[in-house]
Nanobody, 115 residues
Framework: QVQVVESGGGLVQPGGSLRLSCAAS????????MGWYRQAPGNERELVAG???????NYADSVKGRFTISRENVKNKIFLQMNSLKFEDTAVYYC?????????WGQGSKVTVSS
């Protein structure tokens, strides 16, 4: 079973940038589509960005042009570069498979956009 650990969150001002990392265990990582999800207080968890095993990407409309998902299979990692952050990007960010069946969810990485 692949386990994931997210990192890189923090407090940032509107317009700022952060880069999230997700480290995954397991030898099958490279064949999995992976995604970044987020959950804001009072909201359901939503898909932010996904990347297939071949590197094709998909983004939620709310983050297109601002966020970039990438992966380094050799290091069993995926990343989310977040630029031009907005107040509404405040959430806990999680990485997991790009679509079900999901892996065990990690603890996530909290991103707070505030002035």
């Amino acid at each position: 079973q692949v386990q994931v650990v997210e990192s890189g969150g923090g407090l940032v001002q509107p317009g700022g940038s952060l880069r999230l990392s997700c480290a995954a265990s397991g030898s099958i990582f490279s064949i999995l589509g992976m995604g970044w999800y987020r959950q804001a207080p009072g909201n359901e968890r939503e898909l932010v960005a996904g990347i297939t095993s071949g590197g094709a990407t998909n983004y939620a409309d709310s983050v297109k042009g601002r966020f970039t998902i990438s992966r380094e299979n050799v290091k069993n990692k995926i990343f989310l570069q977040m630029n031009s952050l907005k107040f509404e990007d405040t959430a806990v960010y999680y990485c997991n498979r790009y679509g079900s069946p999901f892996l065990n969810w990690g603890q996530g990485s909290k991103v707070t956009v505030s002035s």
